[in-house]
């Protein structure tokens, strides 16, 4: 490998005893987060009070890391805004994207997209009217729905429950072909498999931190826009923070002459401050590294699994290239399974109806890690042990 020797397991505070294969729905906190938090508390908000926003330089935080976040992504400096959440930042790259494209009706997506990226785009459809229109096509039959009756083509990069991945370039070049405005949802690409938004010459990218990056529950989202095109974008949500002159408290907005035009809200500072910390991990770390480690992990996964536990549906792309960094499995009774597994030190979770879902990352996995794992799985398998009473009760978080 080329940058940094893999894993980095000592940069992580990870409980004893456990194999933790969920990394692609919640990052383990890393070293020297809880600190970071802890002395923007105590120091600078405690001791600098409203003082901090410049003593502290806590109004330029979203800043550095949407530029620590664009060197993983593939985007240059300066194009990247962090804050609000991922919700949010789909409904922005939506709304300026259908008005970018104002002759066209159809925001097309796929079946097997994250819901909450669908409902948002029925949302804004339901509150602008004009006979707009969600499309959604199975995922292989996205390029070809891809007509000059599209105004925006908004696809999640890697498939939150399967791990099938887009041809991002392709897809991309396909969209711009037919005219339309090109959206990834990076959801489970930051940090999982290398991405190169400049090359891709996509309009807008969204994404989360708190899976991959590390970031913490509730890590506040990212949006990318093509710099040439910032200046094109208008704002549904026009926020405060997304103003060109904030403090000159002007009483009509007045878009910043940057990406930090799609920022709304006050910025979290104690959130930004832990992804802040956690971007840290990276330092050295090579992209390419990272995807080899996965592929090769994943790929041990899936022979280890398939020979200890027929049971068990692999339901994730076989050829690795098509697959992101998780490993699904489907299995009638998946989720008292995976509760099975939970109980003994192996973390994964579930996405109904039937999917097992395991993610790698080869920060803090070994082959070791993955080996014993999938002993653990072939034990809660081939025993039956799912099949104890309490791991029946269906938690409302899976």
């Excluded at 004009?130 to 696809?155: N, W």
């Excluded at 809200?265 to 090579?286: K, M, R, Y």
Aim: charged letters at 20%; a negative charge.
């Amino acid at each position: 490998m080329g940058g940094t020797a893999l894993p980095r397991k000592e940069l992580f505070d990870l409980p004893e005893g456990v194999i933790y294969l969920d990394g692609n729905s919640l990052g383990p906190l890393p070293r020297g987060a809880a600190e970071r938090a802890l002395g923007v508390i105590r120091e600078e908000w405690g001791g600098e009070l409203i003082k901090a926003w410049n003593s502290a330089d806590w109004i330029s935080l979203p800043k550095r890391v949407g530029d620590r976040i664009a060197g993983l992504i593939g985007a240059p400096e300066g194009s990247v805004a962090t804050g609000d959440t991922l919700s949010i930042k789909v409904y922005q790259a939506l709304a300026a994207a259908l008005r970018m494209r104002p002759g066209r009706r159809v925001i097309l997506s796929d079946s097997g997209n994250f819901p909450t990226d669908l409902y948002m785009a029925q949302g804004l459809i339901d509150t602008i009217g004009k006979d707009y229109e969600l499309r959604t096509p199975a995922p292989d039959e996205v390029a070809e729905a891809i007509t000059d009756e599209v105004a925006v083509v908004m696809l999640t990069h890697v498939d939150y429950r399967s791990g099938r991945m887009h041809d991002m370039d392709a897809i991309t070049a396909r969209a711009h072909e037919a005219g339309a405005v090109m959206i990834w949802d990076l959801a489970h690409s930051a940090g999982a498999v290398p991405v190169d938004l400049a090359a891709s010459h996509a309009e807008f990218a969204v994404g989360c931190s708190y899976k991959y990056l590390n970031g913490g529950p509730g890590a506040p989202a990212f949006i990318y826009a093509r710099p040439d095109i910032v200046t094109d974008v208008q704002p549904a949500l026009a926020g405060w923070m997304g103003h060109d002159a904030p403090f000159a408290m002007e009483p009509g907005y007045r878009p910043a002459m940057s990406t930090e035009r799609l920022r709304v809200g006050t910025p979290p500072i104690v959130q930004l401050s832990i992804l802040q910390q956690a971007l840290s991990v990276w330092d050295g770390v090579e992209m390419a590294d990272i995807r080899a480690a996965s592929i090769a992990l994943s790929e041990r996964f899936i022979v280890e699994v398939e020979a200890r536990c027929p049971q068990l549906t692999l339901a994730s792309p076989r050829d690795a290239q098509a697959r992101g960094s998780q490993v699904s499995f489907a299995f009638e009774h998946g989720y008292a399974a995976m509760q099975a597994l939970i109980d003994r030190g192996v973390i994964g979770d579930f996405r109904a109806p039937n999917i097992m879902r395991f993610g790698f990352t080869p920060l803090y996995l070994d082959e070791g890690d993955i080996v014993s794992a999938a002993e653990t799985i072939e034990d809660v398998i081939t025993n039956e042990l799912w099949q104890d009473a309490k791991y029946q009760t269906v938690s409302r978080v899976t």
